[in-house]
């Protein structure tokens, strides 16, 4: 049988799956089937995006180079893809250096992702959005705290110390618990008072973790605020200026840095691809993960709408849905090779994880209608595992 290339479009969490899935399907396999593998990527490196609260933080790198990823097997080129003529199986990109240029495929694997809502920027603060604003946020704390020790006016000095993490699902729960135990840490080797730092978290909802039970929640809301952060439920961030937060209750909270962690919008380079897409702006697939209209084309993860055939349920946007579906489509695309009756999407079990600061987490399951529930350094190891697991680190 002729070599086929199959390109997967996209180094997050799906596609560097979908890759080691391949590899594990086509290399050695006494079939004599032959797949060329080509990743793209806009970036050298894949980024480890639900890390993002930790170089807000403590600066911490959370990228990985692609070709450290895939040091055999996987041909990469550095580029964004803008176009798919599907009739003429061709991919149009440009590259790192701004040429544009050319792909042919025979199988296409769509796995570019989504992006984190931005705020208005006549709205204040800082959007935990990708790298750079994860920067932006940590040189901010920094310098309030320097602010802080040479302030003599009290009422400042504590403002230089608040933060607000508006937008409490678990990327909000998560950075503001990393936050106050960083921000801790600092002004306490800096001779200030570590109670005086404040980082709050503004939940919308009436409690955390509107995924799982409300006991889940509660005990995340308990171990946060152990960890000194203050949770308020129920009323929404609505601007920054001049250092007061204005609330939708009509409150103002004086702090030195407000983060915006409000969820994520499918990659807006999907609409202007030529494939078909939702009107919210994912693309149509089957349960196959097949792209509606198009042969050879698949998408899966936070760019593809899934739908469960058996419960009409569609996935969330996360990893661990990602990661499954990526298994189950190099089967997918190993079956539609062969001609062979392909797997259909299934959903995954109800499992999540949450880091609640270094050395703590909290891990959530339900099983036989039993809530299942770790916490502590159990949970932290899980949480941890989960991490690396999701970027091939193990
Ligand atoms: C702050 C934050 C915290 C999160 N926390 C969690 C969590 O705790 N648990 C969880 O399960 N999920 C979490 N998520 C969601 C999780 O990150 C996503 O579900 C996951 O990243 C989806 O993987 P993906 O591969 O579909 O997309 P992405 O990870 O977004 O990867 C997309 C890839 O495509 C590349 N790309 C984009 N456009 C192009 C283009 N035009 N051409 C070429 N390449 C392109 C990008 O560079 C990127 O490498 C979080 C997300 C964020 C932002």
């Not at 396999?29 to 894949?46: C, F, N, V």
Request: proline share 3%; with cysteine.
């Amino acid at each position: 049988m002729r070599e086929q290339t199959c390109v997967v479009v996209g180094g997050g969490y799906a596609g560097i799956h979908t890759i080691k899935a391949l590899l594990k399907g086509f290399q050695g396999k006494p079939t004599g089937r032959k797949l060329r593998i080509l990743l793209i990527d806009k970036e050298s490196y894949h980024l480890r995006k639900v890390l993002l609260f930790k170089p807000a933080a403590g600066g911490e790198n959370i990228t990985i180079p692609l070709a450290d990823l895939f040091p055999e097997g996987v041909e990469f080129i550095q580029g964004t893809v803008m176009k798919v003529d599907s009739e003429s199986k061709q991919l149009h990109y440009t590259s790192a250096k701004g040429i544009a240029c050319s792909q042919a495929y025979d199988q296409l694997v769509i796995t570019v992702g989504s992006i984190v809502r931005q705020t208005d920027p006549d709205l204040g603060g800082i959007a935990l959005t990708n790298l750079q604003t994860a920067e932006q946020i940590r040189a901010q704390w920094r310098s309030n705290l320097q602010k802080a020790i040479h302030c003599q006016n009290k009422k400042e000095r504590e403002r230089h110390l608040s933060v607000a993490v508006a937008g409490a699902g678990i990327s909000g729960i998560e950075a503001a618990a990393e936050l106050v135990y960083t921000m801790k840490q600092e002004a306490k080797e800096q001779g200030l008072d570590p109670s005086a730092v404040k980082v709050y978290l503004l939940n919308a909802q009436e409690r955390l973790f509107q995924e799982g039970p409300a006991k889940v929640g509660r005990k995340i809301e308990h171990i946060l605020t152990n960890a000194g952060v203050i949770v308020r439920h129920g009323f929404k961030a609505l601007y920054e200026k001049d250092g007061r937060l204005t609330l939708s209750n009509g409150e103002q909270l004086a702090v030195g840095l407000s983060i915006w962690t409000l969820g994520l919008l499918p990659n807006p380079i999907l609409r202007t691809l030529g494939l078909a897409t939702t009107k919210e702006g994912q693309l149509i697939v089957d349960a196959c993960y097949r792209v509606q209209g198009t042969a050879g084309i698949y998408a899966i993860g936070d760019c593809a709408q899934i739908i469960d055939p058996a419960t009409g349920q569609a996935d969330r946007l996360t990893c661990k849905e990602a990661t499954a579906q990526a298994a189950r489509l190099a089967k997918v695309i190993s079956a539609d090779i062969e001609g062979t009756r392909a797997p259909e999407h299934a959903s995954f079990m109800d499992f999540f994880c949450i880091g609640l600061g270094p050395g703590h987490g909290m891990v959530w399951t339900r099983k036989w209608g039993l809530d299942l529930m770790i916490t502590g350094k159990l949970g932290w190891k899980v949480r941890k595992f989960t991490w690396d697991q999701a970027s091939l680190l193990q």
